[in-house]
Structures are given as structure tokens and as C-alpha cells.
């Protein structure tokens, strides 16, 4: 037991670390690792299980600090607790260059960062994901291998941004009770009172998306301690809202936005150690406390080693099942498995879509690779994303492999995040490639993180056709492409689509985007190649000798590029065709690769049913484009392909324009 | 009165309008209009005012269909209630190229289209601003002027998606009394059911955000009347859910999502024919039905015409004034009051960041074009958008000129939609560029309609330090040049800063965003010129005899450039210096000012502390790029720009590379 005294020393070490790193780094903010010390120190001290030393314990609680801005509450956790590699000296290097303590806390920089946060409402939707990863793999594994905890603190912002709505919702509806969130209800945000923008029952909010709701004093530990046994009980996800006082202790500046976002200022600092009778220097702490955090911090050791013997004494074959998905490594038979499926496209030569193409190449890819949870923000039907083995996840059963995300993209792709953050499955999405656009900043954020998450991204241009403008991506790959660390994929056929999937798969520390149509694409790559001729990002598809034209496309322009190549051979043009599925992985090739199939033909045009934007990198500046110049329009794709002149006659014309 | 008899024939007219459309185009979704077509008979034969023959009356009210899917709905509507572009051809030739009746509700193609929808949840935040637009107007000039109510329709998608969320909780918590929201309860969506995917109490949701709500049987036109009723005399917006069946009257397939978005089948509309007791062939409407309907387009027409007299009676400048703002025309002031602050900062060469210079620039335009109405989603103190002029808005006061929107980027740029949709004022708003993608799909509507909302995106670059990669845009700006008839501009000091406002007042036909620093920029612009140079959208703006390197740079990283200049030249390399504030504008020039500006040196560079897509288009595949390769990092700028090689030296040294 821990005693009122212990508690406060304890959470004001937190203030103290908070306050001080940011008055040494001058940036950051204090006024919430302040606030919500009371909270955080109750949670860790008491209950969350985790294991400081071991800290990719699969089993451990999660926890997620949605209001990353708050970074240094969650450094000061990881240093007090015992994390090895959160030193003091990284809590002095607060926001500097090559720092483990980055403003905000980024995934990877050190262990117990569960996630990226700071983009608000992010942290509560992938917390989300979190929750549904543990209760379908507690459904597959049984609870004692899973069977824990995902706690979250958010703020005000993370509760104003649409996105969490989307994730609450989803969360009340599959019943996710081993989710609980603290809101540091502080009634402050950067403009000044809360009051100016919002007068949301918060309450009565959660209670709408059937969440338990518990309102709490958060200066109080055995009200919160009592919040936390409650959520523990329930059988809906748990919504706790802790009234604090941001900045808690500062004399002249708690309460106010002057301590969100800044220093305190050494006078305040000063202020604040008299006030809450704290004597030690920056960057010390007293023994006593630092010696009551590290037992926290042993807390759950022997939780962990049962939990690890339990482990050793299962079945061999679940054991390394287990493993295995945990380490994110694929299952042996899938590249045999893709190989078959190529030499059956090579030989049945097949004109689908290519969202039907991935449907197909996912029925193979689904009966191997157990571990992918797929989904759709309710476009199941249009974007082809449950095969045979997807049985849908409910509320009272999570022993399926679908998710019905609802109409909800931001919410999908963070929640998504989350999933992969968890460890043991591969998230994939259904949704239209237009509305990559509401979900982009966690796609993003998967990217920054470094994280394996697919995007099945249907509808992909102008052809979808009468829907028009609205839906008709005309901007989408070339904004995805702009993403660093993102792999962009829009395959030409069924054979292509398949290498894509399984490029997709195979890079575990980044995110794919697959955009496909909705209007069926001839063959193109009718033999088989062993080789994921995709992998190399663009490659030679038709070949011709002293070319003169090279024509570049990707999707479903490479029909026309081919025809338009026919075309012009036989007016004694001679000219080749190169396959770019993927951007970023052409510009991983090496120089001589890239420039052999860049080649040498004095006209180069590159042709997509989207902005130039981005192909001038292959085809310079002076190459000719055919593609869109503006947004899309209603009508009968085949009507708007040659209102838009994305046609073989555009390219045949362009070429000998050039060529003349 | 309207017998039922007569609302039910009339309300049939909408279904088999559209249902005989979609099976015409064989492309469309008819279950919407069949299924709201009571609620918007009731609407329209009774309620709102609107008069066909004069669509763009100032003060009539605003009819929003959210769920844009169903844009049958409106198109029949229009047609019965005699606006004049709609004809029965139109209707024939739903969703074909060239016609008004495009697949979603476009902007501009049809009088009666008050804002283009279709990506879900974006009518609701649009129609939010328009009822800030009403309010605020009302507060102007007066309810004899403006008073009037805006209706939506919103469906099972635009309530799940997450922008509604962040729309109701402004408009509840602004108490937008004007509002009213139907919402089309049809219990069905893409996947099936929504019990699927959702379970959220709508009823409660709104409630917890302070709306007024009543709930409705959507197929009885008294408890529809009666609910609009009730919704005039709240104090608070209205939140009406009406209980529906999709695809209301067809037989075998109502109630089912297989009515959503296919067409019905001609032997599904035979069945309806014959269970809805309609005779006519498609197209056609019975002579009664079609006169109730005339009946109902010209109730307004007297109120339109004692407005227009009001109008006519007022004084000449209020009435003068009212008119140029619904014209949208600027003040006369405009321009001698920039060229005049150009003038100064000639003389006093400030070095503010972009940010404190946008801030000054606004505090001369906010003084003259008094319809600006700014606003933050919660950064007022980080985006400089509140000047002098600017008085917060609150649910009591809407006499001010600044929203304080919350941390909602996306209501915010939705409800900025609706603001310049509306008429008579021209919203701005304050964000960080990095969140641009929060609110990209709203961006990209206002482009797709050619409205103008000013987005001030502030902290545009590494440059901000600290806050780490996840605030730090890198390609942000490349993703915002990608969305057609959208400037995008990035100045370099605060005179280009003032050039680029005035450039974003006068495009009243499109959409602008403005990427500023967080911080300081030395003055590059430092003697008077009296053309806008930014109006180019690039300019040369250090020249060079015989220049062996050319320089071309935006914003932040223009200092960068001119010093490297300044450097090659000292060293014998004549080097000359291209400013290229906005992409778009400098595409639109002519082919030799866009060759004379390009320049004929042999060795091209470009710096943008972001990624390097789009530039090839200036410096060509062989041109050198200093700039971003990768994520950001957290840490002091200085060192950033350091660390990423984004320096004076680098460009001097890639220059001497290149040249050896």
C-alpha cells in the first residue's frame, strides 16, 4: 500500500522531471505531465502490468498517451519505473537532436513508447486498434497467453477531433471492456478556456456509444484507484473523466493555457518547489521516491515469468505460432503458394479488375497467412476485401478475421496502427482511394512509425466512372507517393496485383497503399516470371530495339501503353513500355538499373489517369504526360477516358508531334 | 393544405423520378430518394423558402443534401419546383457527361445546388457554416436582410464519419438555432445493416452536444410538419430523426441494402408501379402532380419580392454595401492600402516569420475588407490570425469577426465552406500546415467548387524544431500543389507575404493556402515595387549575367538561396536567384515568361526544406534538390537544417559538384 505522502512525492517527481526538462530544453509543454501526475502515478504504480526490463512482453498493458504534447509525463514514467535505455541524460536531452526524448513521444525512440502521438485523437483511435487485437487474439490464443489492458490519457483536443469519434463509436459498439480512458479534464486548451469553442457533456457523449462513464477527482488517488477497479468490472469500455488542474502546483500559472505550452520560467519553478515542498535539484530525485518507482516497477516480474513458463509449457506448435506471429515473420508456404497462383494467372490469363484481382490473390494469401485481420469501412461489396476465410468480428465474437469499420476511414487507419502496434496480426483495409484523403494522417503516421499496415484503396481514377469528382481520385496517388517511407502500389493486372500483395506482406517495417480499379484490365503479363518483377518498382514490359519512344504508366494505363506502342511499331516507331507499380521501390534500385530502364529513346511520355505531378522525375521535365489536368466529371468511364484524352490516340499523336 | 392524398403523389413523383433515372443510367442509387422522398415533399410543398425563378436570393433558406449519393432526391426536386436549368432532359441524362444531373450534386452545374457533396459527413459541416454565415449576417445587417433557416439531410454515413462529430459539437455549442437536421433513420448501409458497425444512440449524441431532438415516423407527413414546427421554436439547433425504410414503396427489395446504390431492375419498378399506384411511364408526371409541385416552387415568391423592396427602401450605402458583399466583390481600398504597406516595409525591412508578417499584412486587410471572418481551430496564439479588428464570436454575440472553431480542423474548413458558399463574407482560418491533411478532404472540395476559403497553415517546415517530425510538414506541400485549382502559396517575407494575401482576396474563384514560419526570415524584397511579383507565382529575384547556376526556392528556404548566390558568385560563379512563391500561378504564365524565368544556366537547383516532388517540373530529372528526404526530427531548428543538409553550404557545394 501505497501511502498519500509516497503518492504525492511520486507524482511530484513527475512535475519536477516535466517542469525542469522543459525549462532546460526552453520548449515543451508542462501543464499537463503536471495535471495528470496524480493519474498516471496511481495507474502505474498500482495497476498497470508491465515489466520495465522486459518491455515487448506481449501480454503487458498498454499504454497510450493520446496527448503526446504531454511526452514528458511519459518519459518521466519510463525513467522512474526503470526502463534502461530512458536515462536521466535523455531526460535532459528533452527535444534535442538524436534524443530518445523527442517532442512528442515517436515509436522506436525507446522502449514503453506503445505508439506515435501528438497529432491529436490519434492515440484514443489506435488505442482502439489495440483493444480489438487483444480480444481477438485472447479469442485465438486463449487469455492466458492474452489478457490485458489498453489504458489511454487524452485531452480535450483528443476529444474534439472528429476522429475519436469514430473510434469511441466503434470501441461502445464491439463492447471493448478491457479498454479504459482517462480524460484530463483541465478545461484548458491553447486559445484559453475551454468554454470558448466547446460545451460538449463529455459524459453523456460517451454514454450515447454505450461506454461506462466514471467522473472522478484527479488530484485524488483512491478516487482514482476506485475508477480504475470499477472499469475493471465492467463489460463495456470504460471512459473516466479526472477532473485536474493543469499545471497542478504552480502557484501563479496552474489553471491557465500560460502552462500548456511553455516554459514555466525559473521564478515559477521556484515558486512551485516551495509550494509543493520539494527540495531536490533539477534532475535529482530523492531516494525514497525513486526507490518507491522502481518497485513499482518490479511489480508485475512475477506475472511476467509465470506468464513466460506458461508459455514454454504449451504445445510446441502453438508456442512457435505464437513466436512467430509476434515476431512478425510470414508463414514459410506463402511465396510457394504465390508462385502456383502466377503460373495459374500466366496460363488462364484472366481480365478482372484489379479489385477483384486482389480479392483473388487475398483467397490465396488469406488460407496461409492466418495472421490478417482485413476489413472496410463499409465498402466490403465494392472493395473485394472478405475472401471465404473472412467470418465477421461482433461484438460477442472475436474469433473472426473481418472488421466493419463503419463509415469511418481516419478511424479504420488509426485503429489499423494500433492493431499492428500490438504485435501478432497483419490489419489490412478496405476503402475507395478518394477517401485516403480522410484518413491520411494516420496513414502517415503508420509510415512515420515504420509499421505494417495495407491499404486496399479501390476506385483508383476517372474510371469509376458516374460517381464523379467527388470519388474520382485525381490527386490521391501522387499525394500518397509524397509520403516518405510509404510504398505506393497501383498494379496493372491480376499478375501484378499478386506481387504487389506480397511485396506488401513481406515489407514488415512499412506501409503499403494499393490502389486499384473498379473496371476490368486486360492481361499484360501473360508468362511467368518467377521473379516479383514489381519489386524492383518499374521494369521493362514491352521491349523494343533503338526505341524511340518509351512510354511509362502504371494501373490501368498500361493497356493503353501497350496498345499505343503496337500502334506506333507499326507505323515503323519503334517503341517500349515500362511497368511503374511502385515509385518508391524503383528509386531503392541501383543507378544503372534505373537508367537501363529509363533508357535512352529521345521521347519519353508517361501515362496516368491522374496529375503529372511526380513522373517528371522519370520522364524530365520536357517529357510529354498524358493524364489530368484538372478534377474528373460524371459519366461512363469510357466517355470520360476520352473526354480527358487519356487514350492510345493521345499517346500515338503526342509521340509523333514529338518525334516530328 | 396539402391533402395526403395529393403529399403522397407528390412525394411518389421524387421516387419514380428516380428510380426511373438510375435504371436509365443504370447507374445511381435510388433507395435515398425513395425513402426521404416524404420528409422532403413535406420540406419543400410547405416550409422552405426558396423561389426558382430567382435561385440566389440572399435570404432564402438553404437546402443541404449531405448524403449527395442520393442526389436523385434533389434533382427531382428542382425539376417539380420549376427551376428553370432543371429540365426532364436533364433528368434523362443522369450521371451521363455534360449533364447537370452529375452522379453527386455538383456546385455550379444546377441553380438550387447550394454546396457539392458526396464524401460523407462534409453537407453537415458545410451546413454548420452556413448557419454561422446566417447568424453572423443576421447580426449585421439585420433580420429584415438576412433570417433564414438552413435544412439537411444527412444519412447513416454522415454520422458516423468523424467530421460530424466536430460540425454538431460548433453548432451546439454556438447554439445555431437555425439549423435542422433530418436524419434519414433507414437503419441500412453498403455492408448491411448498421447494427454491423454501429450502435451509437443518436438521439443521446446529440443531446450531449446541446441540440434539440425529436424523433419521427419520416413517412407521416403530420409528425414531419409538426417536427419542423417544433424546430423553428427552439433556441438551439434541431436534430430530427425521421424513421425510414430505403427505397420506400418497391415490393420485394425495400428495407434491404440491395436498394442502396444499384438500380432496381425493370421488373423491381414494375412492382413499385403497381404497389405505389402510379400510372405514368418514366419520366413523366401527372399534370396534378406536376402543378401541386409549381404550386409549392412559387409559395416564396411574395416574401422574395418584399425582401427585394426592403432591399430597394434602405439607404443607398447599406444597400450598395449588402450587394457588393453577395457579389463578392473586394472594397476599392484594397490595393492602395497594400501597395502603401508594401511602401513601408520597403523602408523598414522587417524579418519577421511568414506568420507575424501574414498577421500584419491582415491587420491592414482585416481593416478594409470587413468581410473577413477569421478564426483558429484553437492556434490563435501560434497562427497570428486574430488582429485588432477581430472580435470572438460566442453562442450569445455574433457581431465579431473570429471563430474560435476548436480543435476540429476539419469542421472548421468544412464549416469555411459553407461561410464563403453562403455569400457575403469570405472565412479565413488559422491551422498548422501538418493538419492540412486533417481537413484535406474539405480543401479539396472548395477546390472542386472554385470557392474562396483562405487556409493560413502555419509552422510549414522542419523550421518549427522542437515538436518532431509528427508536426513537421514534408510533403504537406507537395500534396496541396497536387489538388487541382488550388494556390498554394509559400512566401518568403513579409512583403511577398502581403502579395500572396492580396492574390488569395482577388482569386474569388478558387481556393487558397498560405505556408508560413514559425520562424524569422530576413527581408529579401527589399526595395518598392509596384506589381504584385508573386502574381507570377515564380520571379527572378536576384539576377546573374551569363548565370552558370540558377537558384530556385520558396518561403523559408529563399534566404538559404541568396546567400548561396552571394557565396558562388564571391567565388566566381555567377549564380542567379528564382523566388517561387506559388506553382499554380507560374504554370498559367506564358510559355516564354515561363522559359525566361527558368533561365538557360546549365546547372539548376532547387531548395524547399520538404520533399522534392513536383519541382523536377522546374529543374528537370538532372536538376539538383536540397531539401527533405525523409521524415523530420525533433530538436532545435538550427540543428535540423543542419542535420538534413539544408544549408548554404550544400548548395554552394552541389553547385560546384555539378559544374566540375
Known amino acids: 500500500m501505497i501511502s498519500r505522502e509516497t503518492h504525492d512525492r511520486m507524482a511530484n517527481a513527475i512535475r519536477f522531471l516535466s517542469m525542469d526538462a522543459v525549462e532546460k530544453a526552453n520548449s515543451g509543454h508542462p501543464g499537463l505531465p503536471m495535471g495528470a501526475a496524480d493519474v498516471a502515478t496511481v495507474l502505474f504504480s498500482r495497476y498497470l502490468r508491465f515489466d520495465p526490463k522486459k518491455p515487448n512482453w506481449p501480454n503487458r498493458d498498454r499504454f497510450i498517451l493520446s496527448a503526446g504534447h504531454g511526452s514528458m509525463l511519459l518519459y518521466s514514467l519510463l525513467y522512474l519505473t526503470g526502463y534502461e535505455d530512458m536515462t536521466i541524460e535523455e531526460i535532459k536531452n528533452f527535444r534535442q537532436l538524436g534524443a530518445k526524448t523527442a517532442g512528442h513521444p515517436e515509436f522506436g525512440h525507446a522502449a514503453g513508447i506503445e505508439t506515435t502521438t501528438g497529432p491529436l485523437g490519434q492515440g484514443i483511435a489506435n488505442s482502439v486498434g489495440f483493444a480489438i487485437a487483444e480480444r481477438k487474439l485472447n479469442a485465438e490464443f486463449g487469455p492466458e497467453f492474452i489478457d490485458h489492458h489498453t489504458y489511454v490519457l487524452v485531452g480535450d483536443g483528443c476529444l474534439m477531433e472528429g476522429v475519436s469519434q469514430e473510434a469511441i463509436a466503434l470501441a461502445g459498439h464491439l463492447k471493448l471492456n478491457k479498454l479504459i480512458v482517462f480524460w484530463d ?171 477483384k484481382a486482389s480479392e483473388d490473390a487475398l483467397e490465396v494469401i488469406n488460407g496461409i497467412v492466418v495472421e490478417t485481420l482485413g476489413g472496410s469501412a463499409d465498402l466490403t461489396p465494392s472493395n473485394n476485401t472478405k475472401t471465404s476465410q473472412m467470418v465477421s468480428i461482433s461484438p460477442t465474437d472475436f474469433s473472426g478475421r473481418y472488421m466493419h469499420y463503419g463509415i469511418r476511414e481516419h478511424g479504420m487507419a488509426a485503429a489499423m496502427n494500433g492493431i499492428a502496434l500490438h504485435g501478432g496480426l497483419i490489419p489490412y483495409s478496405g476503402g475507395f482511394l478518394i477517401f485516403s484523403d480522410y484518413c491520411r494522417p494516420s496513414i502517415r503516421l503508420a509510415a512515420l512509425m515504420g509499421i505494417r499496415v495495407i491499404h486496399v484503396l479501390t476506385h483508383d481514377s476517372i474510371g469509376l466512372g458516374e460517381d464523379g469528382p467527388t470519388h474520382q481520385p485525381v490527386e490521391q496517388v501522387a499525394a500518397l507517393r509524397a509520403i516518405p517511407n510509404l510504398l505506393v502500389f497501383r498494379p496493372a493486372d491480376a499478375t501484378e496485383t499478386a506481387e504487389c500483395w506480397q511485396l506488401a506482406l513481406h515489407n514488415q517495417h512499412r506501409p503499403s497503399a494499393l490502389a486499384l480499379t473498379r473496371q476490368n484490365l486486360m492481361a499484360v503479363r501473360t508468362e511467368y516470371v518467377e521473379e516479383n518483377l514489381c519489386g524492383k518498382g518499374a521494369y521493362e514490359l514491352v521491349k523494343a530495339d533503338d526505341a524511340k519512344v518509351s512510354i511509362f504508366a502504371s494501373g490501368s494505363e498500361i493497356e493503353i501503353a501497350v496498345k499505343a506502342a503496337e500502334a506506333l511499331s507499326a507505323k515503323g516507331v519503334a517503341a517500349r513500355v515500362v511497368s511503374v507499380p511502385c515509385f518508391e521501390l524503383f528509386e531503392e534500385q541501383s543507378d544503372e538499373y534505373r537508367a537501363d530502364v529509363i533508357g535512352k529513346a529521345p521521347v519519353k511520355i508517361a501515362v496516368e489517369a491522374a496529375v503529372r505531378q511526380g513522373w517528371d522525375h522519370l520522364i524530365g521535365s520536357d517529357g510529354v504526360f498524358v493524364g489530368m489536368k484538372s478534377f474528373g466529371a460524371s459519366g461512363p468511364y469510357k466517355d470520360l477516358y476520352k473526354h480527358f484524352g487519356i487514350t492510345v490516340e493521345a499517346v500515338v499523336e503526342a509521340a509523333e508531334a514529338k518525334l516530328a
Chains 1, 2 share one sequence.
Open 185 to 355: 479534464n483541465n478545461n484548458i486548451t491553447i486559445d484559453g478556456a475551454v468554454s470558448l469553442s466547446d460545451s460538449t457533456d463529455q459524459i453523456a457523449r460517451f454514454k450515447s456509444v454505450h461506454w461506462n462513464t466514471i467522473e472522478i477527482d484527479g488530484h485524488d488517488p483512491e478516487q482514482i484507484a476506485q475508477a480504475i477497479e470499477a472499469a475493471h468490472a465492467s463489460d463495456r469500455p470504460t471512459f473516466i473523466a479526472a477532473k485536474t488542474t493543469i499545471g497542478f502546483g504552480a502557484p501563479n500559472k496552474a489553471g491557465t493555457h500560460k502552462v500548456h505550452g511553455s516554459p514555466l520560467g525559473a521564478e515559477e519553478i521556484a515558486a512551485t518547489r516551495k509550494a509543493l515542498n520539494w527540495e531536490s535539484p533539477a534532475f535529482e530525485i530523492p531516494d525514497d521516491v525513486l526507490s518507491a518507482w522502481r518497485q513499482s516497477g518490479a511489480r508485475s516480474v512475477e506475472l511476467r515469468e509465470t506468464w513466460e513458463k506458461g508459455l514454454e509449457q504449451t504445445d510446441a506448435g502453438k508456442k512457435s505460432e505464437f513466436l512467430r506471429r509476434f515476431a512478425g515473420d510470414l508463414p514459410k508456404g506463402l511465396d510457394g503458394a504465390i508462385a502456383d497462383y502466377k503460373k495459374k494467372l500466366a496460363e488462364t490469363k484472366p481480365s478482372p479488375a484489379t479489385r
